[in-house]
T-cell receptor, first 113, second 113 residues
Framework: GESVGLHLPTLSVQEGDNSIINCAYS??????FIWYKQESGKGPQFIID?????DKRQGQRVTVLLNKTVKHLSLQIAATQPGDSAVYFC????????????FGKGTLLTVNP | DAMVIQNPRYQVTQFGKPVTLSCSQT?????MYWYQQKSSQAPKLLFH???????NEADTPDNFQSRRPNTSFCFLDIRSPGLGDTAMYLC????????????FGAGTRLSVL
């Protein structure tokens, strides 16, 4: 099961730098992964997804990398902006889970101007 | 335009006083979810509806109930809120099937005094 803690991992970057947020997932049967962005006081917002038959997917300023061998997922944000400051969650699911997502712990990204 | 709408955004209730949170969606998705999210933690699934079929998570307290009168609406009823139920409650929807994105509402922040 996922670990639960009172303190989120944090990442602090300068505006304009690239950010890399990492996520280790637990279930080797997971075949679909989603990254969500959650700003303070708001619900999670879909950013990008990737299926297990891919190892890389690009969106606008974001790239997700999937390494199934080590069960690792990363989100890369190019030219990070102050509006990117938020908590980022990875989530995993698989066909036998009845459409349920399992969320990772989350990472707090702070962008310094 | 908001596609998953939660009301109210903020709710204060007294210990033991029943409270109902509502969620509506304009996406015509057949799966609706309720999550509980405590401070600095990932969302935790309470239950979900697949069409009219209710699916409770094994560790969801009996104090939490849900109703889905039609495709568009879903309610979370907390029969006797305790102080530990203070949290953000998130509603999400998706189309059924593996690999479908869950879309979240803005959440209801519940405070139990």
């Amino acid at each position: 099961g996922e670990s639960v803690g009172l303190h989120l991992p944090t990442l602090s970057v300068q505006e304009g730098d690239n950010s890399i947020i990492n996520c280790a997932y637990s279930n080797s049967a997971s075949d679909y992964f989603i990254w969500y962005k959650q700003e303070s006081g708001k619900g999670p917002q879909f950013i990008i997804d990737i299926r297990s038959n891919m190892d890389k997917r690009q969106g606008q300023r974001v790239t997700v990398l999937l390494n199934k061998t080590v069960k690792h997922l990363s989100l890369q944000i190019a030219a990070t902006q102050p509006g990117d400051s938020a908590v980022y969650f990875c989530a995993e699911t698989y066909g036998g889970s009845n459409y349920k997502l399992t969320f990772g712990k989350g990472t707090l990204l702070t962008v310094n101007p | 335009d908001a596609m998953v709408i939660q009301n109210p955004r903020y709710q204060v209730t007294q210990f033991g006083k029943p409270v109902t949170l509502s969620c509506s969606q304009t996406l015509n998705h057949n799966v609706m979810y309720w999550y509980q999210q405590k401070s600095s933690q990932a969302p935790k699934l309470l239950f979900h509806y697949y069409d009219k079929d209710f699916n409770n998570e094994a560790d969801t307290p009996d104090n939490f109930q849900s109703r889905r009168p039609n495709t568009s609406f879903c309610f979370l009823d907390i029969r006797s809120p305790g102080l530990g139920d203070t949290a953000m409650y998130l509603c999400a929807t998706s189309r059924a099937g593996a690999g479908n994105i869950q879309y979240f509402g803005a959440g209801t922040r519940l405070s139990v005094l």
